[in-house]
């Protein structure tokens, strides 16, 4: 039976599961040792994310930019690409969706798609980019997404800070017809800043396994993914393809911005550093395996970490970094599947030794 | 009678497959012992089994007399069993010899005792004959040199059991000669082999002893001095194979395939087709014999739009398909059987389903709007899944976990299917068993019969004479003879592509 699981289409849910069983054991284990109690900490992180319905929403909130970040990684990484530019992607998206939200008066009908999709299109430029240099001149597309991260925030910044800084380093809110927010989402979740943005995240995650697995473009993206020599052989365009992936990509990633920029916040604002968001997306598409489900579930996973450590910092006192330990260890060993596996087996071949 | 390897009663289960079912088989000590079988039989899969890299349901495993558990290949190499793996696994760009060392190096006070190591090979190669370059690196030696280097691999950590899988199917004639030599050598030597070969002639020639398996169940266990090449096929298939190609004479029409003083440069930018021209008539086979590396390859991704060409010209039924993409050319009425099917055949990692409809998936009706019509993909996948007998559990199955056999009939399958009015078939049988090399011809002559043209590259000059209506001989990036098949024998052919001249007086 357990042989079965191992073998089998199962084992793709077992090691994100047993990854995550093992990141919370160790994250038990560094309370125990800097003296706290793990029982009294892990109540107080799960009540920090379901204890109120404002935790809840606040939770939802968070996760929705790491759907899309998500998403976006993934999105590439299935024609065989790695994305690192998904940070600043999204951080051209928040801004460029503001712009649109506060310079453009139109009704909400209009306004509001336009100021996504400008969002969007902003990600899919700083995808396009790195795209067509992949494409052409064979540039490795890790490191001119690397450079284009830093490229965004400084430009960006730049921006905001010379032409539209209203008060302190944030520019103006933007027009209501622009904006996600939700009085009744917000009510609904005690006051908290759940917007209509966890929606379009949820319609996000079906575009992207529609994309992929229905449609004729997903086919060649996952082809040329798998194989290069195959798809050009069987008549794709191989960089066509690249430059489409990573268009699409970054426009993911953009309108996860988008959603931070006129949801969460109704503005944006100077970032004295990166706001990690879309560094996260990389965490998030690791361990849902680049699933549109798997995403999900590790957005609200990584989500509910990040909202209940505020709660397990101030009901149990435990530092508020241990989340982010916990985080890097689920990684770690989603990351050492081959480990697990090949632990696995030893275990397997002692027992039948015996 | 002593044993060195025996393996009783062996099960291997797959989903949805008994890859094994109950087979046995006992290897005497210093002799070559066949393992045959059809495509898909499981002979891969119990060489595995003995290996370590799989774990049997049933069964046990004798080594020199002792029952052992072959967890994994550690085991199997503790126990003196080396495997050459019809996929080399050497890491492209270390050396001769430090792909050898790999994994067991000689150490001196915690670092690679180069010397030793360096001694140690250079022992080893001459003890049986095995010349390799050591210092050249894996990328840049031919595959006939990179299986030598896996041979010394298991024979450095004192393999004195190897298991050749398909060591042949990708060599050329004369590597193949050579590795018989090596092989022949290796027994001298006290080592005993088992061999996977599709190729009866090879069992005949070296053979001691042969077991078939067919559809994962033992068939039986033969000495080869008693049988003939008629009676192993038989015994393997389960009914009488013809080895003699049936077919009428050519009826060719029109030029389907015209080629021009044809200029292609390889990946280096070394000019490796040299004003070469060529015509295929509507209902012909062409067989093109050469030399392994005097410019098929080139000739063929020129063609097929791969390769862009330096000058001439190529010509696919009137249509100048020179600077066409693979997807134009492919629409301009062009099948292609690629050599290398891993690389370009298949994406190993789609299923079987998805493979077949590689080159129609975006037309109608399995695409409609941009969307795909995966019911209608599946069923014309079913349909051809029979027709050209894959043997795989169902539609769904990844390509990369059927026999290698099955994976070129897929292939095959969806080039032939469409029925291109010229179909270029790169060493279409390659690792296919006497059956499915029989099936295969039967459809290339079918094709032609049908008035398409046909050109057929292919190492194996048997295959060429047998298939092919006219020869055209390549050197050195051109054709320099253009023959009847029926006019002329291996010898003939044998020189011509050695660069040799026809004799006066005999027409060209
Ligand atoms: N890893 C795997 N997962 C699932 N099925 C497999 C796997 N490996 C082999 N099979 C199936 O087991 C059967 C036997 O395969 P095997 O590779 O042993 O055949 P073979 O005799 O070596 O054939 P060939 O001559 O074509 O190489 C095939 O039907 C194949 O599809
Ligand atoms: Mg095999």
Redesign the pocket.
Known sequence: MMNNIFKGKLFGLVVPLIAIGFGFLAGAVIMLISGNNPINGYVALVQGVFGDTYYFGETLQRMTPLIFSGLAVAFAFRTGLLNIGVEGQLIVGWFVSVLVGITIEAPMIIHLPLAILAGALAGALWGFVPGVLKARFQVHEVIVTIMMNYIAMHVVNHFIRNYMLESGQRTAFINDTASLSSDYLSTLTNFSRLHWGFLIAIAACVVMWFILWKTKKGFELRSVGYNKHASSYAGMSVNMNIILSMSVSGAFAGAGGAMVGLGTYNYANILPSFTNLGFDGIAVALLGSSTSIGIFLSAFLFGGLKEGANNMQGQAGVAPELVEIIIALIIFFVASSYLIRWIYSRVQSNKEGK | MEYVIEMNNIRKE??G?V?NDNITLQVKQGEIHALL??????????MNVLFGLYQPEKGEIKVRGKKVDVTDPNVANNLGIGMVH?HFMLVQNFTVTENIILGSEPTNKGTIDHRKAAKDVADISDQYGLRVDPKAKIEEISVGMQQRVEILKTLYRGADILIFD?PTAALTPQEIKELIQIMKNLIKEGKSIIL?T?KLKEIMQVCDRCTVIRR?KGIGTVNVADSTENSLAEMMVGREVSFEVEKGAAKPKDNVLSIKDLHVEDARGVSVVNGLNLDIRAGEIVGVAGVDGNGQTELIEAVTGLRQAKSGTINVSGQDVTSFKPRKVTEAGVGHIPQDRHKHGLVLEFTVGENILLQTYYQQPFTKNGVLNYPKMYEKARKLIEEYDV???NEK?LAR??????QQKAIIAREVDRSPDLLIAAQPTR?L?VGAIEFIHKKLIEERDKGRAVMLVSLELDEVLNVSDRIAVIYEGEIVAIVDADKTDEKELGLLMAGGKREEGEPI
């Not at chain 2, 059809?38 to 891969?44: M, P, T, V």
């Not at chain 2, 976990?401 to 099955?406: D, P, R």
């Open positions: 797959f989903p497959i890859a079988g059809e495509n898909g039989a499981g002979k891969s899969t119990l019809q398909e996977i599709h994962g043997r795989t559990p199955t976990s059927l026999s290698g056999g099955n690792g068993d």
